[in-house]
């Protein structure tokens, strides 16, 4: 049974919570990757995802300009008291956008918001920003830093400078601060701080300004953020985000509603077991942690803590859980936040979701590694099955009744959309690596991933026509047919993470048909593929029942899950003979029906749009496509 599943209003979630719906198609991030770069025999890290770090400002006893681009006028979209100016030739390119995270593109580098020059294929750029203004003394050294992040367009590498004047109007820009265009101009492959310092001659009140003149054709989507003025040094905050390993995360932190609330990342867990954490840090000296009121951990001044949760004293078996990083400098501190329910797995308890190994903070990431390897679904003779691993707890047994994944990038051409992929359920070996066959599946690539070709996240997969039973270790393969051959007429890329701050982390792994020198043939982890420091997983989320260590437990309401698959409706664990009702938006009444199994699929040709289902009670909105 194929479905294309769309929870939501198909809606893959940033890692923060906020929504990745229309994905612009991410021109700033794929503007030539796929289409121009494919081919070319090199790495491609792309960055979709975003860090949970919450900057505080920097120490103001010397700071006399910060701008982090948080509020604005939310009708021009200008920073207050900040005049833009758009100069390039035809118009059209409007340098002071404010471009919030959710949009798509990257995260900003502090708080939610940043200042944007949009992509242009036909213009030039002469656009400028111009903040308010600021008093300077006479032959004092002031020091200027702001964040960039200005990635190019093929051979064409974006210029910009910062300029400090007179006036808040262009023709008194006549100083330039930082130079970033000719020679010195660069294509950024991360947030960069860019610095330099402005003496000036008189006392008075001067206007800095952010000028955006790429001059050739064709340039990026630019962002700036953090642009601060100080009468000292530049102050350079701790950067990072937080990560751990254990348990299974649902998927409910990746879809929204049709309101655009995203929801809540949940943990699965048994009494006992631990979460090992981690953060990723620059410019930090120390670290402390805060585990709020159901978690504990020995020492929440280290590294790497391992925290535990305590479901006795909360007397219930879902708790919610916030997690604060505090990073330090010298120069001030930097927060990452998390915040998620702990689900406990007891032996009366059985839970249906979404789970995969994507933790809150894993951002998504795009690889594309040259040569054979050039997308991470394979479509070449070498590279065409990966299969990510999953660690059920302790004692626990589930049942797999599908499989899903989220592509970013899909052209594959008509004659390969009619082959076929088989997607199985493996067991683990002994060094828990791909072992055995529990279960098998074969479905057509044009049905799994659809007959048109796209270039945006959503989450796609295939519902097995019989549940596969699991217990500890298992894997999910997807296995691609041989032969086809990867260019611009057939990729396949799917969202992954690297950031993973243990090695040990790593759950994807990858089947080598032929040995090389450095890979012999058989199953390699990721690590072993692209040499990264911490743990790689996959966006694959199998549909987990759990089940308790004896025996299946009578499913409950509150454990039932309902979700749509295009003009099908599906609900999961309903108690046999229990009522599920579905109305519309106005609430009128379109269907009445018994729960008649484990999974009861509703499929009487609803019109598209928004519905109520609801299970003896509990309702669930769900959007038909």
């Known amino acids: 049974m194929i479905k294309k599943l769309l929870l939501g209003i198909v809606a893959v979630a940033l890692t923060s919570g906020a929504a990745l719906a229309d994905l612009q198609p991410v021109q700033f991030m794929n503007k030539g990757l796929v289409k121009n770069d494919l081919t070319q025999n090199q790495s491609q890290s792309v960055k979709l995802g975003r860090q949970a770090v919450i900057k505080a400002p920097a120490a103001d006893d010397t700071q006399i300009f910060f ?25 059209g390119v409007f340098v002071a956008n404010i471009l919030e995270s959710s949009q798509g593109y990257i ?22 920003a111009i903040a308010s203004g600021v008093k300077l003394e006479a032959n004092h050294t002031y020091h200027f830093g702001i964040y960039a992040f200005c990635q190019g367009y093929q051979k064409v590498v974006d210029e910009w400078a910062v300029t400090i004047g007179n006036a808040q109007t262009v023709e008194a820009q006549t100083n330039i601060v930082i130079d970033c265009t000719g020679k010195n101009a660069v294509a950024d492959k991360d947030w960069t701080l860019y610095t330099g310092t402005f003496t000036p001659t008189e006392t008075g009140t001067y206007y800095p300004a952010i000028h955006h003149c790429t001059t050739a054709m064709g340039g990026n989507l630019c962002l700036w953020d953090y642009f601060q003025i100080d009468s000292d040094h530049v102050r350079i905050l701790p950067q990072g985000s ?3 390993i254990g348990g299974l995360w649902s998927l409910d932190g990746h879809t929204q509603d049709e309101n655009g609330e995203v929801g ?13 954490y981690g953060c990723y840090a620059t410019n930090c000296t120390g670290v402390e942690w805060d585990f709020g009121a159901y978690a504990t951990t020995p020492n929440n001044m280290a590294a790497q803590p391992v925290a535990t949760f305590d479901f006795a004293s909360a007397k219930k078996d879902d708790v919610y859980n916030d997690v604060l990083l505090i990073m330090k400098n010298d120069d001030g501190e930097s927060y990452a936040m998390r915040e998620f329910f702990v689900n406990r797995l007891t032996n009366n308890t059985v839970y249906s979701d979404f789970v ?17 390897y050039d997308a991470l679904s394979g479509l070449n003779a070498n590279y065409y099955r990966f299969a990510e691993r999953f660690n059920l707890p302790k004692d626990a047994s589930a049942t797999i009744s599908g499989a899903y994944m989220i592509p970013l990038y899909y052209n594959v051409s008509v004659i390969n959309k009619n082959k076929e992929i088989t997607v199985k359920v493996l067991s683990a070996d002994e060094n828990n690596m791909p072992a055995a066959e529990v279960y098998r599946e074969n479905f057509k690539i044009g049905d799994v991933f659809g007959t048109s070709n796209f270039q945006q996240a959503v989450l796609t997969g295939v519902g097995f026509s019989e549940q596969a039973h699991v217990k500890g270790t298992f894997f999910i393969e997807f296995e691609f047919p041989e032969g086809i051959k990867v260019g611009g007429s057939n990729y396949l890329f799917f969202a992954t993470s690297s950031t993973r701050a243990f090695p040990e982390g790593n759950t994807t792994y990858y089947y080598n048909a032929v040995g090389t020198a450095d890979r012999p043939a058989g199953w390699l982890s990721a690590i072993d593929y692209y040499k990264v420091g911490g743990g790689v997983s996959t966006a694959v ?6 089940q308790d260590k004896t ?8 454990d039932c899950t309902v979700y749509a698959n295009g003009g099908e409706i599906c609900v999961v664990n309903a108690p046999q003979g229990s009522d599920i009702v579905v109305t519309d938006i106005a609430g009128r009444v379109v ?4 729960a008649n199994s484990v999974k009861t699929n509703i499929n009487s040709g609803l019109n598209a749009g928004i519905y109520i289902v609801t299970v003896d009670g509990q309702s669930t909105k769900v959007a038909i496509r």
């Open 107 to 128: 995260e900003s580098f502090s708080g939610d918001f940043g200042l944007a020059s949009m992509y242009s294929d036909e213009n030039y750029r002469d656009g400028w």
């Open 591 to 594: 269907l009445n029906v018994k």
């Open 264 to 276: 809540v990342y949940r943990l699965y867990i048994q009494d006992g077991d631990s979460l090992k």
């Open 356 to 372: 995969g190994n994507f933790c809150p903070e894993d951002g998504f990431y795009l690889y594309s590694g040259g040569g054979d």
């Open 67 to 91: 701008e982090d681009f948080e509020t604005f006028d939310t009708e021009t979209m200008v920073p207050h008291g900040w005049v833009a100016v758009d100069n390039t030739v035809e118009g």
């Open 541 to 546: 989320y199998p549909l987990v029942t759990f």
């Open 551 to 558: 025996a299946v437990a009578a499913p409950k309401v509150s």
């Open 242 to 244: 937080m990560f751990s």
